[in-house]
């Protein structure tokens, strides 16, 4: 393990929000303008690359990680050393000035391959719980915070929920975190000189994960990748860090429980055969059961084994379970 080096794995935060019908119709949180969401960045240490949208919501790919903005929901996931939860009070502000209330709040994230380098209030996930505690309206009276472990050390799953009612939800949230990346396919992630980001996304089979999905990428200098994926009112996102020692990657994607159940199961065997990790945890995310019992069916026929299940409900989400597994190569 590398002594220090970049912090590939995430911090996710999904707020949704509630307003007026006519506000809602006319794009609703979309209204936020970009010197709006430039001053919410800047308060997370974090800039736009490229961005792209469609007729459901807007899609920007970031100096770390994504932005996704709907019309009653946003979704920020920033890595390395940002301050992602900073983001809570001016989100508030400016939406509040569209007519906007918070509704719900879901924060998640793995465990940090480099803790100590993390700034407050991401020290430890007890300073991150006050702080949302602090910043998020008191109406959000629901409130759960929960770690939920594996066999792993380097692997559990921290999720913080707040909301105002019960869910009443037929998407579904898949996060998946991989470690160990398989060297070969790793060095597909550092830059050539004059190499697009659109020829990465080619060259590593990431375009065929979803072909349907319009595609977002950013390729960074010396290495590393982003992607966001836009098909309909689904997102799907992609991060990469390749290095030797600590090479991280990150795939995520909503779905309906309504959805074919080979869907998920097809996509999840192209990510494996993407990166081919030695170490991989999946948190699902749903008010029905029936997603994470496809997990293991699609990741086992491929080499990996699961190590560990955790199951856990949360008042504003449904159920979240943590998997892990292992490549049968370690």
């Not at 932005?67 to 989100?91: D, H």
């Amino acid at each position: 393990m590398a002594v220090s080096g970049f912090e590939g794995f995430e911090k996710r935060l999904e707020l949704h929000f509630s307003g007026d019908d006519p506000i809602i119709r006319m794009g609703g949180l979309r209204q936020l303008d970009f010197e709006s969401i430039e001053e919410i960045l800047n308060a997370v240490q974090c800039t736009v690359v490229s961005a792209v949208g469609n007729q459901y919501f807007d899609s920007y790919v970031l100096s770390e990680s994504s932005l996704f903005v709907y019309s009653t929901k946003i979704i920020i996931k920033t890595c390395g050393t940002t301050q992602l939860l900073k983001s809570i009070l001016p989100l508030i502000q400016y939406t509040s000035e569209l007519g906007f209330i918070m509704s719900e709040c879901r924060y998640t994230r793995g465990n940090f391959i480099f803790p100590k380098a993390q700034p407050y209030p991401h020290t430890n996930f007890n300073d991150e719980i006050f702080y949302l505690q602090e910043q998020l309206p008191i109406h959000l009276c629901y409130r759960k915070a929960s770690v939920m472990p594996s066999k792993f050390i380097s692997h559990s799953w921290h999720v913080f929920t707040a909301c105002n009612e019960e869910p009443n939800n037929d998407l579904f949230t898949i996060e998946v975190c991989m470690t160990e990346l398989d060297r070969v396919l790793a060095r597909k992630f550092i830059k050539h000189p004059n190499m697009a980001s659109n020829e990465m996304t080619e060259v590593t089979g990431i375009s065929e994960i979803n072909p349907n999905a319009l595609i977002c990428d950013f390729v960074f200098d010396p290495c590393g990748y982003s992607m966001n994926g836009i098909d309909g009112d689904r997102y799907s996102t992609i991060h990469v860090t390749p290095e030797d020692g600590f090479s991280y990657a990150s795939y995520e994607c909503v779905g309906s429980i309504y959805d074919d159940p080979n869907d998920i199961i097809n996509i999840l065997k192209k990510v494996v055969q993407v990166f081919r990790p030695g170490t991989m945890s999946i948190s699902t995310t749903s008010t029905s059961n029936e997603v994470w019992t496809r997990i293991a069916k699609a990741v086992e026929p491929l080499g990996m084994k699961c190590r560990s299940c955790t199951m856990d409900d949360f008042p504003s989400t449904g159920s979240v379970v943590f998997q892990t597994f292992t490549s049968y190569r370690k």
